[in-house]
């Protein structure tokens, strides 16, 4: 892998040259306090600059515009969280959800019918979890009943990120009541301008209104808009790549390292003691942050290494569960550090940077937040369970 | 020469069907109040093995391969919480000689150490457990063209029985001195000391007026001399926390399998999230210390590496990861994880040994700090 990445300097250089004239130096300042509109309608002008430069979806195959190797990717994430570039995080439902279903086990039809319009900026939106169907996904009851060339579902979503925006959305329903709970499940795009479907945003302990209530009022979904078998969806729904989404936690712990815990030690640098001084010259203080900046170090390394068995056609095992839990405790022990060692002044309300994912520029605010990332993507007790079961072999 | 991928898990598999055999539970515990404190019979083979060669470079009669091979034999190792004079002769003192400019004394002893007909050891820590080379409390002044020591150094490794030990001594303008003395000179006093984690043998060493002749100088006192010992100190951080990820990986092997067996209320206890959690917990430190000892070797192999840092980075992450999994294992065992017959708590006090040893997680943070974000700069 080493040899690979040493090949891919001249790249590595060009996308940091690209950075250099293209991230805005001020976005973070112009996305504060932004209201959604204005934080839809500067990503997808992001979206449209990595466009331009070919790296709106580079782990799509080539024919698709893709076909970039995983060391590429892994020089682009590094080189796009190093510029301090915004995430393309209105595209990440289309780009790594719902394309790789559509692409590994959808039809020809089907991939004609929608990557284009993904590469051409629309908006898609995931609707798995419900109400009463949060870690136990699986039990989901929203139904989809066939009815000749054709679905009628009924039933409501809950954490339906960005459907204000989106164009479709992936959706998983009931096709067999009867059936064991994971064999009754299919797999359904959905549009989200059809008759029938009601969104309604839904404020988070942020104070921000990322996600959405999804209802879903006898809405018809036609029956080539299923991908894969009826009652398979469970299966479709697992069909991101390892590489794939390894280079996304690759991006996200560059990015926390890099713009997260650099962030908070140069400011702490400046946040005055109780007792008098600065807290960047408090042995305690650089103890803790020192101490954080091991562990991304470490998690740095776990990645690598995972993603270079990725790249030999390792088994990966249960590593990307490992990952999840250290990547989400990382963040949310660093924000409870910075929230704690700035003492009173961090709760100050002030405006958000919206949906930048933790950066929101408010630690305190960012610590709030960091329980999303340890709720969603499988709670944290989920990944527990799995590393149980799956890698020790305890029993269920 | 480096290993292939094939011929690392060939040695994994020879040195670990060794020390399952000649390091069990009940080889390690006849041992535990021994002074001499390790197996003369499993050192033996161990050198017969090749073990102690294994990265020594080919010029100076090793196998030429790298500490990546190395790190295998040390984690082993620690699985089987092995007494062994291995950390002080072939990982600290070896360095040592190689790291030396004093060609002639190289020559002279480090054919003898790979060959396992000597024994040496290191003194680099201060009398109260301190690494820093600012706290070194052996002193030099000039005799000669040698030097004379005073003062005393402790939680010097397997120094009782070793031929030589390479001693770290700074002279009252600070300078840093690093000398060769045998432990049967006179004026030097070796004082056992009685440790917590009886798998290791630690001394005091006092120097009372130890005159050491020019010859016996490592490198030139000063910059340089200082420089090694604190690739010393690096390196020996590095591999506590190899050893560290060693016992924490078997048991962690070992809660898993009791936490399978073990019932209460009518079920393997491993079925309850309570414990199953904890055991989960104990896989993401293993995973992690992995990573963390995989990237500090591969530090210890390229010599471009800043040392201090990489184990810096080792030490935070390891120590407390790797002695918390311990400390894991103690509890979902129960009661009897708290028995003496059960080896529960010789990992976990071995564990907090190495996580004490070599500077303290504490101790390398500050450094990994002060490296990262200077303090008193203006932002």
Known sequence: MIEELAALEPFRQEVRAWCAAHVPTNWREEQQGGEHDRYAEFGRWWGSELRAAGWFAPHWPEEWGGGFSVAEQVVLAEELARGDAPRNGLYQVSLYNAAPAIIHLGSDEQRQRWLPGML?????????????????????????VREGDHYVVTGQKVWTSLATEADWCILLARTDPDAPKHKGISYLILDMHSPGVDVRPLRQATGASEFCELFLDEVVVPVEHRIGEENGGWNVAQTSLDSERAVVILELSERL???????????????????????????????????????????????????????????????????????????????????????????????????????????????????????????????????????????? | MQLSVDERDELRISVRRLLERASS?????????????????????????????????????????????????????????????????????????LEADNEALRAELLPALV??????????????????????????????????????????????????????????????????????????????????????????????????????????????????????????????????????????????????????????????????????????????????????????????????????????????AASGVCGLSVQVHGGIGFTWEHDAHLCLKRAKLDEAWFGTPAWHRRHLADTVFPAGTPR
């Open chain 2, 115 to 320: 060959a396992g007909e000597q024994r040496a050891s290191v003194a680099v820590t201060n009398e109260h457990g301190s690494c820093d080379v600012s706290q070194l409390s052996v002193l030099w002044e000039r005799e000669g063209g040698g030097v004379r020591l005073r003062g005393t150094a402790s939680f010097a490794p397997d120094v009782v029985g070793a031929d030589t030990l390479f001693v770290a001594a700074r002279a009252a303008h600070g300078e840093v001195a690093l000398v060769a003395v045998e432990p049967t000179a006179p004026g030097v006093a070796i004082d056992p000391m009685a440790m917590i984690d009886r798998t290791r043998r630690l001394a005091r060493v006092t120097f009372d007026d130890v005159v050491v002749a020019e010859e016996q100088l490592l490198c030139d006192p000063g910059p340089r001399s200082q420089s090694v010992v604190e690739r010393l100190v690096s390196l020996g951080a590095i591999v506590v926390a190899c050893d560290a990820t060693g016992v924490a990986e078997r048991v962690m092997e070992r809660t898993a399998e009791y936490a399978k067996e073990r019932v209460q209320f009518g079920k393997p206890i491993g079925s309850f999230q309570a414990v199953k959690h904890h055991c989960a917990n104990m896989l993401v430190a293993v995973e992690g210390s992995r990573a963390a000892v995989r990237d500090a070797i591969d530090a210890l192999d390229d010599p471009g590496s800043d040392l201090p840092f990489a184990a810096a980075v080792a030490s935070s992450y390891v120590g407390p």
């Open chain 2, 25 to 97: 539970s009940e080889a390690v515990r006849a041992r535990l109040d021994d002074p001499v404190g390790f197996d003369a019979e499993l050192w033996g083979q161990m050198v017969e093995l090749g073990w102690l060669a294994i990265h020594v470079p080919e010029e100076h009669g090793g196998a030429g391969a790298g500490y990546a091979e190395l790190a295998i034999v040390l984690h082993e190792l620690g699985r089987q919480i092995t007494p062994s004079p291995f950390l002080a002769t072939a990982v600290l003192a070896t360095r040592a000689l």
């Open chain 1, 257 to 396: 390292r890099r713009n997260g815990l650099e962030a908070v030690i140069a400011e702490s640098a400046q946040w005055l003691l109780e007792g008098g001084g600065r807290a960047g010259d408090d042995a305690a203080v650089r103890e803790t942050f020192g101490a954080r900046y091991a562990e991304a170090l470490v998690l740095r390394r776990l990645i690598n290494d995972m993603i270079a068995d990725i790249i030999l056609g390792g088994d990966v095992g249960g590593t990307p569960s490992v990952i999840k839990l250290m990547y989400t405790e990382l963040l949310q022990g660093l924000m409870r550090d910075a929230t704690d060692r700035q003492g009173l002044a961090a709760h100050v309300d002030r405006p958000l940077l919206l949906s930048a994912g933790w950066e929101t520029g408010s630690w305190m605010m960012d610590y709030v937040n960091s329980y999303g990332w340890t709720i969603a993507g499988g709670s944290n007790e989920i990944m527990r369970n799995v590393i149980g079961e799956r890698v020790l072999g305890l029993p269920r």
């Open chain 1, 120 to 144: 051409d900026g629309q908006v898609w939106c995931q609707g798995f979890s419900e109400p009463n169907a949060g870690s136990d996904l699986a039990g989901l009851q929203t139904r989809a």
